[in-house]
Structures are given as C-alpha cells and as structure tokens.
C-alpha cells in the first residue's frame, strides 16, 4: 500500500522550491534492497513505526 499523506515545498539550496510528498507505505523497499545486495547487518529488520508503516519522501522527477 502506497499513500500519499503530505504534501508541501521543499527549499532546495535556499532557493529552488521543489514540490515533496510524503508517502506512507507497509512496505520498507530499502530493506529489501539491502537484503538482495546482501548488505544488511545481522539482525536488521525492515525500518517500519508501531503502526507498520514507513514514511519516505518523494520528489518529482
């Protein structure tokens, strides 16, 4: 699940406004990029909160 909650201005170098979303997701995609590149440290688990979710940030392209 993917979810847009935010969405505001970001101050690149003070003084390029850029657009960024927050995007909430139930799924750590870094964890999982890690862990085919095999370089997770022993014991790592996917970077969830105690709701069982992440928050990335999302720039336009």
Known sequence: MLE????????????????????QSDHDFWFDIGEAGHDLSDGETPHLNESGLVLLPAYPA
Not at 10 to 19: G, H, I, K, N
């Open 4 to 23: 847009v909650v935010a969405t505001g201005t970001w101050l690149y170098a003070d003084s390029v406004p850029t657009v960024v979303r927050v995007i």
